[in-house]
T-cell receptor, first 114, second 112 residues
Framework: GAVVSQHPSWVICKSGTSVKIECRSL??????MFWYRQFPKQSLMLMAT?????????EQGVEKDKFLINHASLTLSTLTVTSAHPEDSSFYIC??????????FGPGTRLTVL | GENVEQHPSTLSVQEGDSAVIKCTYS??????FPWYKQELGKRPQLIID?????GEKKDQRIAVTLNKTAKHFSLHITETQPEDSAVYFC???????????FGKGTRLHILP
């Protein structure tokens, strides 16, 4: 399978700050990238879908101005949580999809907002 | 949009017995149904999947069945072992937008 990394793997920040999470593929070109978040003991909830060079499409209830997604290339997508608050503390996971329906998850980033 | 329901939320079975997890989906356009195993703090790991043109698929101790008419699909784990203890998620994907929507998960405990 593809090698997918997320950086950072964990981050602790103060309330009101912004946090950028990178999802990077080392050996796979993703036509589409998806961002999920997972609260403790809950399921993965799809936040948004992004295609390279296009604006992201957000799921209902997800604030696009708060969760900024940049899909700069076929191997890199970033999620920026702006003005983070304690309720944004969660596990954020990216998923990459290819033209032949391959799919790969990133290892996840645990965000804790104090 | 797609909605995936999963039952039970927790399941305890004796080691060596079988475990069954059931899911339903709402969108008839869904055509791919993966099952994931997730350990604490880790990414979901694909354990088996089934496409809508197949009714059943088996891989060693794991099998999945799909009833398209009823929009039901199930995971069966036989001869359960302690290392099977984890959270399992069913999911459904609609081909047109490639979104994968997850069920709420089943916490499986294998009892010694």
């Amino acid at each position: 399978g593809a090698v997918v990394s997320q950086h950072p793997s964990w981050v602790i920040c103060k309330s009101g700050t912004s946090v950028k999470i990178e999802c990077r593929s080392l050996d796979f070109q993703a036509t589409t990238m998806f961002w999920y978040r997972q609260f403790p003991k809950q399921s993965l909830m799809l936040m948004a879908t992004s295609n390279e060079g296009s604006k992201a499409t957000y799921e209902q209830g997800v604030e696009k101005d708060k969760f900024l997604i940049n899909h700069a290339s076929l191997t890199l997508s970033t999620l920026t949580v702006t003005s983070a608050h304690p309720e944004d503390s969660s596990f954020y996971i990216c998923r990459l999809a290819g033209v032949d329906n391959e799919q790969f998850f990133g290892p996840g980033t645990r965000l804790t907002v104090l | 949009g797609e909605n995936v329901e999963q039952h039970p939320s927790t399941l305890s079975v004796q080691e060596g017995d079988s475990a069954v997890i059931k899911c339903t989906y709402s969108d008839s356009a869904s055509n791919y149904f993966p099952w994931y195993k997730q350990e604490l703090g880790k990414r979901p790991q694909l354990i088996i999947d089934i496409r809508s043109n197949v009714g059943e698929k088996k891989d060693q101790r794991i099998a999945v069945t799909l009833n398209k008419t009823a929009k039901h699909f199930s995971l069966h784990i036989t001869e359960t072992q302690p290392e099977d203890s984890a959270v399992y998620f069913c999911a459904a994907r609609i081909n047109r937008d490639d979104k994968i929507i997850f069920g709420k998960g089943t916490r499986l405990h294998i009892l010694p």
